[in-house]
Nanobody, 119 residues
């Protein structure tokens, strides 16, 4: 059974930084993709970033390119989303997803973590 456990998030001022973590377990394939989506109140869910566990290739949504960095520690099977230069519009619930980073409708989603960017 695939399980994704998230941590991190919280309240930060505009321009600040936060780091999210997502630890995965139960994924039996060698190569897979882990990432984050986010959802703000009244808005559609938006893809934020993904990373391939095989070659560590990455994908970023246009709104976060240059500010967010996704990485993964293979030893601990933990992905990280470093979020810098945060803006109020980055506010929302961030969900970790895998093992196809949301492409497959049967992917597993984490419990979600709240990120609030406000002064």
């Amino acid at each position: 059974q695939v399980r994704l456990v998230e941590s991190g998030g919280g309240l930060v001022q505009p321009g600040g930084s936060l780091r999210l973590s997502c630890s995965d377990s139960g994924i039996t394939r060698d190569n897979y993709a882990i990432g984050w989506f986010r959802q703000a109140p009244g808005k559609e869910r938006e893809g934020v970033a993904c990373i391939s566990t095989g070659d560590s290739s990455t994908y970023y949504g246009n709104s976060v390119k240059g500010r967010f960095t996704i990485s993964r520690d293979k030893a601990t099977k933990t992905a990280f989303l470093q979020m810098d230069s945060l803006k109020p519009e980055d506010t929302g619930i961030y969900y970790c997803v895998g093992p196809t980073c949301g492409v497959n409708e049967f992917d597993t989603w984490g419990q979600g973590t709240q990120v609030t960017v406000s002064s």
